[in-house]
């Protein structure tokens, strides 16, 4: 039997998803349906946070990091702000802790439900993507009355957060969860034993902890691997101590065990949101804190797991209202990185199942 001659070509996939504004480009060199070399291509999008913080005071920042992850923004904001309070060894107070670590959870799990209905659209699968934002929206709704915004939230504030929660906020939250819970039953019942989904995702785009590792990957890109680290409970900090809950992770780094990863973390953090609804104290919202914010001189790092894997911010402060440098660590920006190696070899027919399981945010890359 004769060998079919192929042709080697270059493909672009993008500028497109996943990020909305198109932003994100892919060139996929293919050999017929195999995927001989990949490259991303960033810089689209040109936030330029890092740079435009060095003339901001550190509250003015606390907005611009809402938009590197406008799908966890309320993430996002505990990070520049445990950053500060770190170096300048602020105290919360313990009502507002409480509140944090509910809205981000929250918004873990909102930005969990947009990663399985998109990456099951994706896929070609509808139904999911429906369901999936039916119960986002309601979350969406309690961070509009919370916050005053339904994706960039500006919530948090160095000792504390902004204002408290409106009447019934709290008791609308409890009447969700068990809502939720039942959503989950059927989102599992819907996909997680579906054949053509297994077929699609089972086995594909695997690599290993060590892999991981060296690439830099964190959160569920590398919890996948089976490796168990998750700075909320490896390096815990705000009031995650006082919690009890498990970190899923994967057992053979494929596509399916990131998608498993994604379903049983919004569980456990519904874990979390019942046991901080029990225990939150009444109290203020925001601590003493300077009227204008001066970081001690020095050099300073703190990180949060935020949806996509943790999100770092480095500050060098020499004493003044502005840092001198802000250097964020962005997840999705790691994550990209092992995307060359995983896509090579593969058939162009496992491309879209195995870019949207890594589940980036550009908005993070291009920081």
């Known amino acids: 039997m004769a060998e079919i001659r192929t042709e080697e070509m270059l493909l672009n996939v993008g500028p497109q998803h996943p990020s909305t504004h198109g932003v994100f480009r892919i060139v996929v060199k293919i050999d017929g349906e195999m995927i001989t070399d990949a490259t991303p291509v960033i810089g689209y999008l040109h936030r330029g946070t890092e740079k435009l913080a060095e003339d901001l005071q550190y509250t003015q920042i606390i907005p611009y990091f809402d938009r590197l992850d406008y799908l966890a923004a309320m993430l996002n904001n505990h990070a520049i ?14 009502r507002a802790e409480y509140l944090r670590v509910i809205v981000c959870e929250m918004n873990r799990i909102a930005s969990h439900l947009l990663f399985l209905g998109a990456y099951l659209l994706d896929l070609g699968a509808m ?39 409106p009447d019934g906020w709290l008791d609308n939250l409890r009447d969700y969860i068990p809502h939720f819970k039942e959503k989950l039953k059927m989102y599992h019942d819907l996909v997680t034993g579906n054949e053509i989904f297994l077929s699609r995702v089972r086995g594909i785009g695997i690599y290993d902890a060590e892999t991981a590792i060296n690439h830099g990957l964190s959160g569920i890109n590398l919890r996948c691997t089976g490796f168990k680290w998750d700075l909320r409970k490896n390096k815990p900090y705000s009031i995650y101590d006082r919690f009890d809950f498990d970190i899923p992770v994967g057992q053979n780094g494929d596509c399916f065990d990131r998608y498993m990863c994604h379903m049983l973390e919004m569980e456990e953090s519904l874990k979390i949101v019942e046991q901080a609804l029990e225990q939150i104290p009444d109290g203020p919202v925001m601590g003493k804190v300077p009227k204008i914010l001066r970081v001690p001189a020095g050099e ?18 020499e004493g003044k209202d502005k840092p001198y440098r802000l ?29 949207g399981a890594t589940d980036i945010v550009l908005g993070e890359v291009d920081a």
Do not use: C, H
């Not at 309690?142 to 948090?156: D, H, K, P, V």
């Not at 300073?300 to 894997?309: I, L, M, S």
């Not at 250097?327 to 491309?351: E, V």
């Open 81 to 94: 702000v445990n950053s500060v309070e770190q170096a300048m060894g602020v105290q919360v107070p313990e």
């Open 127 to 165: 139904s999911p993507f429906l369901y999936a934002f039916q119960e986002r929206e309601q979350i969406m709704q309690m961070f509009n009355e919370i916050s005053g915004a339904r994706l960039t939230y500006n919530y948090m504030r160095v000792g504390g957060v902004k204002w408290d929660t």
């Open 300 to 317: 300073y790092y703190a990180g949060v797991e935020a949806a996509k894997g943790e999100l770092g911010v480095y500050i060098v402060s």
């Open 327 to 355: 250097k964020i660590r962005r997840p999705s920006f790691a994550n990209l990185q092992i995307l060359p190696s995983l896509l090579k070899g593969q058939n162009m027919a496992n491309f879209i199942a195995i870019l």
